[in-house]
């Protein structure tokens, strides 16, 4: 059936608040940004579609930051070091120091995402930031080729928002894109993205005497997995062929298994099959489990995530794309803002073959790190927005290394200053002087 259009009736749309830096998107990235804003004076509001705070940390319900260490040492600061401190003085993260003491390959920090969520709560209201929870921006204010602003749509109806500086971390580069700049999506630019999935907390977990009954049964966890698959009791597109990974709980462990393909994450159709789809993988998951891995027998299914795991969507055409070479080069820039050292990890949009032209697994050498530049954050030709998190601009093999969540956090607190400079020096956001940026925040 052919899509009708309906015409509405023009309107005028009520401005809910004038800002000097608007942040969109309340995952790691736009914390980052709207709390580095805010400490820096400027009027700052946050804008979130969910009803909290943190994004993948929390309404992906991750369990962990990634790549806090390097060759046996802490290797990052700001923000998202302040915030796991935060949590681990009260008994709800690991202690860094401590864990790279203890395991000197050590890449993640683990925490409990109930108490994240409490954590970034305190953090971005004690910040002076402005936040409106349960509001999506729907479109971009442009005025003279600059981004002036945003329109939003919540349980309040439509209102907008007018920005000196705004900055999209929304994951999908909205609102770059509404507002015509250039980006790319999936394979191609414009092919298909890296699949989903929908991660799960599973309790009353022997997790002892199932790492022993595995490594005393060297390649029996695939083997059944693969009878399972045969039998119809999991899907083929997947494969159970390891053990949930260690959580803050004793017997709780977490999992990050399953894929769903063909998912554009710009289309809610296709989030919503996304949804369905993750959650009737993750009974097929827990079923197995139960009947075939000892120490899980007896297991309970304690969570599973609110939202669907998205790893890549558009991405910006920025000034500079990070590339693989800079990645696994460990190469520094002049304007650096992040320093990551995450390996390249790009999930096949295949269900049964490899992402053409992608090694997965290069990385920087041990002890070492890339930086990002603040040129990734800036787009080629829209003027006052700025980018932050995994729609920055990036190969797609470099975005498997920069999309995770410690990295966007760090973008998300250079763009913040960033903005905030652009603001005081009455300078376009692209001219902000990116080696000063890299003197403040990395020293």
Avoid at 38 to 46: D, I, K, N, S
Avoid at 205 to 222: C, K
Avoid at 223 to 232: C, M, T, V
Avoid at 283 to 302: M, S
Wanted: with cysteine; aromatic share 6%.
């Amino acid at each position: 059936m052919k899509m009708a259009i309906v015409h509405e009736p023009a309107r005028g749309t009520p401005v809910v608040a004038e800002v000097e830096v608007l942040v969109v998107g309340a995952g790691p990235a736009g914390v980052g940004a709207a709390v580095r804003a805010a400490r820096e004076g400027a009027r700052t509001l946050l804008v979130e579609s969910q009803g909290m705070l943190g994004g993948a940390w929390t309404s992906y319900m991750q369990v962990h930051a990634t790549s806090f260490f390097s060759g046996g040492r802490v290797i990052v600061g700001g923000l998202v070091k302040e915030i796991v401190d935060g949590l681990a003085s009260e008994g709800h993260a690991e202690v860094p120091e401590e864990k790279v003491r203890e395991f000197p390959t050590a890449s993640a920090v683990h925490f409990e995402p109930e108490w994240m969520k409490c954590r970034l709560d305190d953090v971005v209201t004690e910040s002076g930031t402005e936040l409106l929870l349960h509001a999506r921006c729907v479109g971009t204010i442009v005025e003279d080729g600059a981004v002036r602003g945003v329109f939003i749509e919540s349980k309040s109806g439509r209102q907008a928002v007018i920005a000196d500086v705004t900055i999209d971390c929304t994951g999908d580069a909205d609102v770059v894109h509404w507002a015509g700049g250039a980006t790319l999506k999936g394979r191609g630019g414009g092919g298909d993205c890296q699949p989903v999935n929908t991660t799960f907390l599973l309790a009353n977990v022997d997790r002892e005497r199932a790492v022993a009954w595995v490594e005393n049964n060297r390649g029996l966890l695939q083997e059944l997995s693969d009878k399972a698959q045969e039998k119809g009791e999991i899907d083929k597109v997947f494969s159970v062929y390891r053990l949930g990974a260690r959580t803050m709980y004793p017997d709780v462990t977490y999992h990050n298994l399953g894929h769903v393909y063909g998912i554009d994450a710009t289309k809610v159709e296709d989030l919503t099959r996304a949804q369905l789809e993750g959650r009737r993988q993750v009974r097929q998951i827990y079923n197995f489990y139960r009947k075939y891995v000892p120490g899980y027998e007896n297991c309970r299914l304690a969570a599973i995530a609110p939202n669907t795991g998205l790893r890549e969507s558009r991405r910006l055409v920025g000034v500079y794309t990070l590339a693989t070479e800079d990645v696994v080069g460990a190469r520094k820039f002049d304007d650096g803002i992040a320093k990551h050292n995450y390996y390249v990890d790009v999930h096949s949009s295949d269900p049964f073959g490899p992402e053409p032209g992608i090694v997965n697994g290069e990385r920087p050498p041990q002890g070492d790190y890339y930086e990002v530049p603040y040129r990734c954050l800036v787009p080629e030709r829209i003027e006052q927005v700025l980018v932050a998190g995994r729609c920055l601009s990036a190969g797609r093999a470099a975005l498997g290394s920069a999309r995770t969540t410690v990295c966007c956090m760090s973008m998300g607190e250079a763009a913040g200053l960033a903005a905030v400079r652009a603001v005081r020096q009455g300078i376009k956001v692209r001219d902000v002087d990116g080696a000063g940026l890299k003197r403040t925040l990395l020293g």
